[in-house]
């Protein structure tokens, strides 16, 4: 993905099996290639890998900006 892979987004080289269409070739992101999983990661089964997966995304995600104010309450401040 040539911005890098949104929180969120299935990752464009995954198959339909969920394997990496791109594991073992030099395109494959650094990143990926670095990262060594464990047992805390992967679990026993699918299921508890997403379960952690999904944690590690909601307590990495950056803070979201306050939502814009509508126009409404911008005028009462004029
Ligand atoms: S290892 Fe990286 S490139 Fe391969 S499917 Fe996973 S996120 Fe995508």
Known sequence: M???KP???????????????IFGRPERP???AGLKPSAEMC?????QAMVWLARLERETAPELAPAP????????RV
């Open 2 to 4: 040539p911005h890098g």
């Open 7 to 21: 929180a969120g987004v299935r990752c464009v080289q995954l198959d339909d099996a969920d394997r990496c269409r």
């Open 30 to 32: 650094a990143f990926c």
């Open 43 to 47: 679990g026993e089964t699918r299921e």
């Open 69 to 76: 104010r509508p126009a409404a309450a911008l005028a009462r």
